[in-house]
């Protein structure tokens, strides 16, 4: 308890001190981007930490971590001093929704560390991984931190979210375990309110487009302040849908288990389901288990969720996907950088609709080149996707393209459509791009990636039934909104730009496809040809079976199309007051000077602008239906060799975008609706947001027990060490009190319980988990013969070679254990005559180097 309430302290009053600063930052958005300024805060504050600790001007401790403060509140205090009177009104105008946000807070970062309380274990999947980079970071005087797997480097990963993780546990004073729980938690609260305040931010700016409140301005030619606290309500929708809503196998499950579906021969008491044979999805092909009931019971069920989609090769043998959802990661309590980035994503997304609604307007020089942005619009948008990159590497493209498309779309809207956009993309795009990576230079000057390019993806395709088990809970809404769009709002959709875009795109992949296909022939003749021999074909035979499979499995891309192309349309349509009030504009700009801007917020809501959010919404939806149809045509290359990688970064992407459309569609459709079509919008979304809780409700239930944990609440992991293995965790605690060393431990396979010692230590052992080392640094060139050699220090009678394995690592601490007695035939005889044991506990012994 006293752990959550540092933490929130520390965030309420880090969100306070950056609100002014966000506040000059965020002119267009209605709430001046208070629900952003926990998130931003964190961001600023971590970065100038991280930047100076690299560069040797501060000290990776308290003192470098407050000196960083400093700096953050000093650029605060700037921004008060500027804004003060406006600030100042502004918060007294909006009580409702800041004690909204507040709220929303607290809530959503007690109801998740209460989970995790319930179950904090983190011995499974790659939570020891987070653990050892938490702990490692801790640890390192410097940076980049070293890397606890592997003595004598740094760690080669996306590691700023960690670093934020261990600023936050140095502050408030708890151990690794502990931070990781709570910033799973922290993550899923700063999501929920990031989420909300940009849902409420479209809200308001979305109703500009009915004829009554379309002037920007009232009869004596004054701003016009619009206060709309109802919005505020639909926004609650945004975290419901982004983190609370899940797919629908949870549904499948229940269904499932009451046999529905099934009968039951009574003579032969077998079991047959046509749907569940036909719907394909392992575990729920079986039959059910008797006796019959609604609660999910199968081992691991919640797990199902995560693979969705069933991918088979040619030949029919299964490949496992990985379709992961924001819920089903906090369920799991996995802190990796695909989580950690989720309140960054969504300051993206903010900075990308301020500049649409023309937040970021003025003037600026780069290289010689004008841009139509002011500097501090710019920095800011370069220091969050150099951020995104450094949190997770995968996110930095999307958020870019959302950022570049939505400063375009925001120029289109004031100078019309010309090869002058196009322009305007790359003047942005280029500095952008350079500045986000020169900002974060020291990173990647030791990152290796293991990504190596694009390869076509011919055999996989995803079923349309396994795209709506997946996507449904969102398309339903999504589509909802689209049809409503469609019939009853002004705007004239741009149809023939929406099918040249939506059917050229998915023809653009598909060539693409042919041309690396037909390249891997030449370029990779050898290999190429392997993997057709592996299938009994040629080329040709292999692309007709290929292009059949596609054919036969065409409704996902069909539904993906039905998305795309609308959206599209819509993006690029206009109405007659849009295009009136522009003319308008352009004679006042010709008469009025330009240097101020037509966009402010003031006092309690949005000074009305001529542009709706509409476009900027269904930028949402093309790009995260871009995201889910890539995976359909290509996938990036890694060490997995097929797509399982690809889905997952771009899907758990994609539900990000949709879900703020999903909740943005829902809230403007209950705004608008009246009489029999309100009625039964509310039914279809009520039904549809009940089977999307069903996953949340059942899964927590079944991780946590019933909320009754065998050994009570805790956030603290090492608890369950101390009780599965005291002699372990009594070393560790040892090991911790005396001088940093590194040690030698036993080195065995990935998502296990070696490289423990380090993991909760963060000292450098010789080898943790060599797959994942292999991973992160693109091959195990590295790896040499460690764990041959630490094999041979433990079973070795030799003191001679032994002591040369030694030296060869600077080995300081020899830990045995259990599994390193369970595992390996250890010789002790040498080590007790020549080392000194510095701890002996039961079976565990520790030897010190001299």
């Not at 958005?29 to 208070?34: K, N």
């Not at 032969?268 to 729920?284: I, N, S």
């Not at 920095?379 to 969050?384: I, K, N, Q």
């Not at 809501?605 to 995976?631: D, I, M, Q, R």
């Amino acid at each position: 308890m006293t752990e959550f309430l540092s933490w929130y302290l520390i965030l309420t009053l880090l969100g306070w001190l950056t609100f002014p600063l966000v506040y000059h930052l965020f002119p267009a958005l209605s709430d001046r981007g208070y629900t952003l300024a926990r998130t931003a805060g964190l961001l600023i504050w971590g970065y100038i930490f991280w930047l100076f600790v690299s560069f040797g001007f501060a000290r990776n401790d308290l003192g470098g971590i407050i000196f960083a403060l400093a700096i953050l509140i000093a650029l605060s205090i700037w921004s008060l001093v500027t804004h003060h009177s406006s600030l100042v009104t502004f918060l007294r105008s909006n009580i409702a929704l800041i004690i909204t946000t507040e709220l929303l807070f607290l809530i959503a970062f007690a109801f998740l560390a209460f989970v995790r309380s319930a179950n904090p274990e983190l011995a499974s999947t790659e939570k020891p991984m987070e653990l050892m980079f938490i702990n490692s970071i801790l640890r390192s005087e410097t940076f980049p931190p070293q890397d606890a797997w592997l003595s004598g480097y740094a760690i080669s990963y996306y590691y700023f979210g960690y670093v934020l993780t261990a600023m936050l546990a140095r502050l408030s004073e708890v151990n690794g375990s502990i931070a990781h729980n709570l910033m799973t938690s922290l993550i899923f609260a700063l999501g929920a309110v990031g989420s909300f305040g940009i849902v409420y931010n479209l809200l308001i700016s979305s109703r500009f487009t009915h004829q009554s409140e379309a002037s920007p301005r009232d009869a004596s030619d004054q701003p016009r302040i619009v206060n709309r606290k109802s919005e505020i309500v639909n926004a609650l929708l945004a975290p419901l849908f982004l983190l609370l809503v899940s797919n629908f196998e949870a549904l499948l499950e229940v269904l499932h288990r009451a046999g529905i579906g099934w009968v039951k021969n009574p003579d032969t008491q077998v079991w047959t389901g046509p749907f569940w044979t036909w719907l394909d999805m392992k575990e729920l092909s079986q039959p059910p288990i008797e006796p019959l009931g609604w609660e999910p019971n199968r081992y691991l069920w919640w797990w199902r969720a995560s693979r969705v989609i069933q991918d088979y090769d040619i030949n029919g043998g299964f490949r496992e996907a990985i379709d992961e959802f924001p819920f089903f990661s906090f369920l799991l309590g996995d802190l990796h950088p695909h989580v950690l980035a989720i309140p960054f994503s969504l300051l993206a997304v903010s900075v990308a609709l301020n500049i649409f609604l023309g937040g970021s307007r003025g003037k600026m020089n780069i290289f010689g080149a004008r841009l139509d942005i002011n500097p501090a619009g710019f920095f800011f948008a370069a220091l969050v996707l150099g951020g995104l990159a450094f949190l997770n590497t995968w996110d930095i493209l999307i958020a870019a393209a959302l950022i570049v498309s939505a400063f375009v779309l925001w120029r289109a809207s004031e100078d019309g459509w010309s090869w002058s956009r196009l322009e305007d993309l790359f003047l942005l795009a280029l500095p952008l791009g350079i500045f986000s990576l020169l900002l974060y230079f020291p990173f990647y000057l030791g990152f290796s990636s293991q990504a190596g390019g694009i390869l076509p993806n011919f055999m996989y395709v995803t079923r349309g039934m396994h795209l709506w088990v997946m996507w449904g809970t969102l398309l339903i809404p999504i589509f909802a909104f689209l049809l409503y769009t469609w019939i009853k709002e002004p705007p004239r959709p741009n149809w023939k730009l929406g099918f040249t875009i939506g059917l050229g795109l998915p023809l653009i992949l598909f060539l693409l496809t042919i041309l690396l296909g037909a390249l891997g022939l030449v370029v990779e003749k050898d290999y190429v040809n392997a993997i057709l021999a592996s299938y009994n074909m040629i080329p040709s035979q292999f692309f007709i079976a290929t292009s059949q499979r596609r054919l036969e499995h065409i409704g996902s891309l069909v539904t993906l199309l039905a998305v795309l192309i609308p959206a599209v349309a819509f993006m690029f349509s206009r109405n007659e007051e849009q295009v009136t009030s522009n003319e308008k504009q352009e004679t006042s700009n010709e008469e009025t000077p330009t240097s101020e801007p037509t966009s402010l917020v003031t006092q309690n809501s949005l000074l009305v602008t001529n542009y709706s959010s509409l476009p900027f919404v269904f930028l949402l939806l093309t790009l995260g239906a871009l995201l889910v149809l890539a995976p359909e045509f290509v996938y990036l290359r890694d060490q997995f060799g097929y797509r399982i990688n690809t889905i997952f970064k771009f899907y758990y992407q994609a539900w990000m975008l949709w879900s703020l459309v999903a909740a943005f569609g829902v809230g403007y459709l209950l705004q608008r609706l009246r009489g029999f079509a309100d009625v039964i919008v509310r039914v279809l979304i009520g039904v549809v947001i009940f089977c999307g809780l069903l996953y949340p409700v059942f899964g927590v239930m079944t991780k946590t027990n019933n909320f009754k944990p065998a050994f009570g609440f805790n956030l603290d992991d090492f608890a369950r060490v101390q009780r599965e293995n005291a002699d372990d965790a009594a070393g560790i605690e040892f090991l911790l009190t005396q001088p940093e060393g590194v040690i030698a431990e036993a080195i065995g396979g990935s998502y296990s319980y070696y490289g423990r010692i380090a993991t909760y230590t963060g000292y450098p052992t010789v080898m943790g988990w060599p797959g994942h080392e292999s991973q992160w640094r693109g091959g195990n060139e590295l790896h040499g013969s460690r764990q041959q050699d630490i094999e041979a220090l433990y079973s070795t009678a030799r003191w001679d070679e032994a002591k040369a394995i030694i030296e060869h690592y600077n080995i300081r601490y020899i830990f045995i254990g259990n599994l390193e007695r369970t595992t390996m035939r250890v010789n002790e005889e040498k080590f007790s005559m020549y080392l000194t044991p510095v701890f002996q506990q039961g079976s565990t012994i520790i030897y010190k180097v001299p």
